[in-house]
C-alpha cells in the first residue's frame, strides 16, 4: 500500500509498448504452450485506447477486457489452477500492471480459485495502485455443504474483504448457481440461511456496489433469479457466451442453455451481461485446422482467438469479457484486440455463425477445463484426459475403424499423445465410475460415461480392433 505509483511513472517503468508475438490461445489455460504463433507484424499496444462500457447504475467506465483471475502462473511457469507450487507473485504483479497501464480495470476473482490462493494474490499486486483505479469482481463460492450455514458463509465473504485488502466489494456474485443440485442447491446455499438477503444488505451499506450472480447449469434458477429481479435488482449477471454456444449450447449438451436465450433475457431487462468462457476453455482457439484457416484466410494479421473475443464484445449489452490470462503474451494479444475494439460487422457475424455450424460437427466432450470435477479421489486427471481426446477429435485422429485412410497415423497420434499428456497411473482405465465428479461440472458432463467410452477407444486402438 505505501508504493502505489501513479498511471504515467508506471508506464514508463514497463517500458510498455515492445511487441510480442500474438497467440492464438491468447486467455486460455497453461497448457498453452503448445500455442500457435501468427505471423503478424506487430506493432506497439497503446495506452490509452482501451474500449469501456458504461455501468448503467453507477455510470462507472468498465474496460471491455476483463482479468479473470483463475489461472495465476506459479513459480513453475504452470496455471495455479493446476499447479500447487507457490504463485509467482512478481510475475502477477507485472501482468496487472501491464493490464492497468493499457486500461484494464476489471478484476474478477473467487474464494475457490486457484486452489485458494487467487484472492491474496490479486489482492496483493492490486493493492499497488490506487483503489479507485480499478474494480474488483469477487463471489460468494459456498459450493461445499460445510458452507452452507450463515455463519459459514458470512465468514467466507468476511475473508474476501481481507484477502483482497479492501473494505468493499464492487460486483460481488452469487457463484455459479444452477450448478451441481439445481434449484434445491440454490435454496440452500442463499434463501434457507439469509445469505441473498444479507448480501442485499450489505449492498445498502456500501460494503458491495454492484450485486450479481454468475449462472451455469439448470435454466430453472436462472429464470426464477430473473423473475425476482424486481425484489433483488440484480446490477449485472455473468454468463457464458460466445459464437458457438449462441446456438449450439443445447445442442452440445443438452445441460446448458444458448447464450442467444441467457443474452436476450438480460437484455430484455436492461441487466448488464459480464462474459465468461469467451473462448470454450481454449476450445475456440484450437479450433480444427481448416477452421483456423477458414478464420487465419479472413483476418491473416489477427489471432484465431481473437475473433472470438470480438464476437464477445460486439454485442452492446456486454459490460465486459473476462479472460484468464496466465503469460504476458495471452494478455497482450488480447490487449490488441480491445485496444480499441473493432466490433464485428453484420456480416462477420453470419460468417462466425456459420463457422460455428461447421464445428458442431465434430464430436468433442464439452469440457472447458475449469477443474471444478478435481481433486479425483482416484487420482484421474480427468481435464487432461477430455482435452486430448477433444485435440484429437479436432485434428482427426479420431477414427471409427481401421479403413480410415489416416489410420496408422491417427493410432499413433492418439496414443503417443495421450501417454504424453496423461501419465499412466492418471488415466481413464482407473475410473471406478465413483462420480464424484459429475456433480461439480458445470457443463453437466457425465464424466464417468466419457472416460469410460475414451478408455474403450484406448484399449481398442491398443489392440488394433479397430
Same mark, same amino acid.
Given at each position: 500500500?505505501?508504493?502505489?505509483?501513479?498511471?504515467?511513472?508506471?508506464?514508463?517503468?514497463?517500458?510498455?509498448?515492445?511487441?510480442?508475438?500474438?497467440?492464438?490461445?491468447?486467455?486460455?489455460?497453461?497448457?498453452?504452450?503448445?500455442?500457435?504463433?501468427?505471423?503478424?507484424?506487430?506493432?506497439?499496444?497503446?495506452?490509452?485506447?482501451?474500449?469501456?462500457?458504461?455501468?448503467?447504475?453507477?455510470?462507472?467506465?468498465?474496460?471491455?477486457?476483463?482479468?479473470?483471475?483463475?489461472?495465476?502462473?506459479?513459480?513453475?511457469?504452470?496455471?495455479?489452477?493446476?499447479?500447487?507450487?507457490?504463485?509467482?507473485?512478481?510475475?502477477?504483479?507485472?501482468?496487472? *500492471?501491464?493490464?492497468? =497501464?493499457?486500461?484494464? /480495470?476489471?478484476?474478477? !476473482?473467487?474464494?475457490? +480459485?486457484?486452489? @485458494?490462493?487467487? %484472492?491474496?494474490?490479486?489482492?496483493?499486486?492490486?493493492?499497488?495502485?490506487?483503489?479507485?483505479?480499478?474494480?474488483?469482481?469477487?463471489?460468494?463460492?459456498?459450493?461445499?455443504?460445510?458452507?452452507?450455514?450463515?455463519?459459514?458463509?458470512?465468514?467466507?465473504?468476511?475473508?474476501?474483504?481481507?484477502?483482497?485488502?479492501?473494505?468493499?466489494?464492487?460486483?460481488?456474485?452469487?457463484?455459479?448457481?444452477?450448478?451441481?443440485?439445481?434449484?434445491?442447491?440454490?435454496?440452500?446455499?442463499?434463501?434457507?440461511?439469509?445469505?441473498?438477503?444479507?448480501?442485499?444488505?450489505?449492498?445498502?451499506?456500501?460494503?458491495?456496489?454492484?450485486?450479481?450472480?454468475?449462472?451455469?447449469?439448470?435454466?430453472?434458477?436462472?429464470?426464477?433469479?430473473?423473475?425476482?429481479?424486481?425484489?433483488?435488482?440484480?446490477?449485472?449477471?455473468?454468463?457464458?457466451?460466445?459464437?458457438? *454456444?449462441?446456438?449450439? =449450447?443445447?445442442?452440445? /449438451?443438452?445441460?446448458? !442453455?444458448?447464450?442467444? +436465450?441467457?443474452? @436476450?433475457?438480460? %437484455?430484455?431487462?436492461?441487466?448488464?451481461?459480464?462474459?465468461?468462457?469467451?473462448?470454450?476453455?481454449?476450445?475456440?482457439?484450437?479450433?480444427?485446422?481448416?477452421?483456423?484457416?477458414?478464420?487465419?484466410?479472413?483476418?491473416?494479421?489477427?489471432?484465431?482467438?481473437?475473433?472470438?473475443?470480438?464476437?464477445?464484445?460486439?454485442?452492446?449489452?456486454?459490460?465486459?469479457?473476462?479472460?484468464?490470462?496466465?503469460?504476458?503474451?495471452?494478455?497482450?494479444?488480447?490487449?490488441?484486440?480491445?485496444?480499441?475494439?473493432?466490433?464485428?460487422?453484420?456480416?462477420?457475424?453470419?460468417?462466425?455463425?456459420?463457422?460455428?455450424?461447421?464445428?458442431?460437427?465434430?464430436?468433442?466432450?464439452?469440457?472447458?477445463?475449469?477443474?471444478?470435477?478435481?481433486?479425483?479421489?482416484?487420482?484421474?486427471?480427468?481435464?487432461?484426459?477430455?482435452?486430448?481426446?477433444?485435440?484429437?477429435?479436432?485434428?482427426?485422429?479420431?477414427?471409427?475403424?481401421?479403413?480410415?485412410?489416416?489410420?496408422?497415423?491417427?493410432?499413433?497420434?492418439?496414443?503417443?499423445?495421450?501417454?504424453?499428456?496423461?501419465?499412466?497411473?492418471?488415466?481413464?482405465?482407473?475410473?471406478?465410475?465413483?462420480?464424484?465428479?459429475?456433480?461439480?461440472?458445470?457443463?453437466?458432463?457425465?464424466?464417468?460415461?466419457?472416460?469410460?467410452?475414451?478408455?474403450?477407444?484406448?484399449?481398442?486402438?491398443?489392440?488394433?480392433?479397430?
Amino acid at each position: 500500500m505505501k508504493n502505489k505509483i501513479n498511471r504515467r511513472d508506471f508506464i514508463k517503468k514497463l517500458g510498455i509498448g515492445a511487441g510480442v508475438t500474438g497467440l492464438a490461445l491468447a486467455g486460455c489455460d497453461s497448457k498453452s504452450k503448445e500455442i500457435a504463433k501468427t505471423e503478424t507484424t506487430l506493432t506497439e499496444i497503446p495506452t490509452d485506447k482501451m474500449t469501456y462500457r458504461t455501468n448503467p447504475k453507477t455510470g462507472e467506465k468498465v474496460s471491455i477486457l476483463g482479468y479473470g483471475c483463475m489461472r495465476w502462473p506459479t513459480k513453475s511457469g504452470d496455471s495455479a489452477r493446476d499447479a500447487a507450487d507457490e504463485i509467482d507473485q512478481e510475475t502477477v504483479n507485472r501482468l496487472v *500492471d501491464t493490464a492497468i =497501464a493499457h486500461g484494464v /480495470n476489471y478484476f474478477d !476473482t473467487s474464494p475457490a +480459485y486457484c486452489k @485458494g490462493r487467487s %484472492e491474496r494474490a490479486t489482492g496483493i499486486a492490486l493493492a499497488r495502485h490506487p483503489r479507485e483505479s480499478y474494480y474488483i469482481a469477487t463471489k460468494l463460492s459456498n459450493f461445499a455443504p460445510q458452507t452452507w450455514s450463515r455463519e459459514a458463509s458470512i465468514n467466507m465473504y468476511r475473508n474476501s474483504l481481507k484477502e483482497l485488502q479492501t473494505d468493499y466489494i464492487d460486483y460481488m456474485l452469487l457463484h455459479a448457481i444452477g450448478m451441481g443440485g439445481g434449484m434445491e442447491e440454490f435454496q440452500k446455499r442463499y434463501i434457507d440461511n439469509g445469505m441473498l438477503d444479507f448480501l442485499v444488505a450489505e449492498r445498502d451499506a456500501g460494503r458491495i456496489k454492484n450485486l450479481g450472480f454468475s449462472y451455469h447449469g439448470d435454466v430453472a434458477v436462472f429464470d426464477w433469479a430473473l423473475a425476482n429481479h424486481d425484489k433483488y435488482k440484480w446490477d449485472f449477471v455473468q454468463i457464458q457466451m460466445n459464437y458457438l *454456444d449462441w446456438k449450439h =449450447a443445447r445442442e452440445l /449438451n443438452p445441460r446448458n !442453455t444458448d447464450g442467444e +436465450y441467457l443474452y @436476450g433475457e438480460l %437484455e430484455k431487462r436492461g441487466i448488464p451481461a459480464v462474459i465468461m468462457e469467451p473462448l470454450l476453455g481454449g476450445r475456440l482457439s484450437n479450433v480444427p485446422d481448416h477452421i483456423a484457416a477458414r478464420l487465419k484466410q479472413r483476418e491473416p494479421e489477427k489471432s484465431v482467438a481473437s475473433w472470438a473475443f470480438r464476437y464477445a464484445g460486439t454485442h452492446p449489452g456486454v459490460l465486459t469479457v473476462l479472460s484468464g490470462m496466465t503469460y504476458m503474451e495471452h494478455l497482450e494479444d488480447n490487449l490488441r484486440t480491445y485496444c480499441p475494439l473493432e466490433p464485428l460487422t453484420d456480416e462477420e457475424m453470419e460468417f462466425l455463425y456459420d463457422t460455428a455450424d461447421l464445428m458442431v460437427k465434430y464430436p468433442t466432450v464439452a469440457c472447458n477445463d475449469c477443474k471444478y470435477c478435481m481433486p479425483c479421489p482416484y487420482g484421474i486427471d480427468i481435464p487432461s484426459i477430455l482435452l486430448h481426446y477433444n485435440k484429437c477429435v479436432n485434428q482427426g485422429y479420431v477414427v471409427k475403424d481401421s479403413q480410415a485412410e489416416n489410420y496408422a497415423e491417427a493410432r499413433k497420434a492418439f496414443l503417443v499423445g495421450y501417454d504424453r499428456s496423461v501419465p499412466k497411473l492418471r488415466q481413464a482405465s482407473h475410473c471406478i465410475g465413483c462420480n464424484q465428479c459429475s456433480h461439480h461440472c458445470p457443463q453437466g458432463i457425465d464424466i464417468p460415461k466419457e472416460l469410460h467410452r475414451i478408455d474403450n477407444y484406448v484399449e481398442s486402438l491398443k489392440q488394433q480392433t479397430i
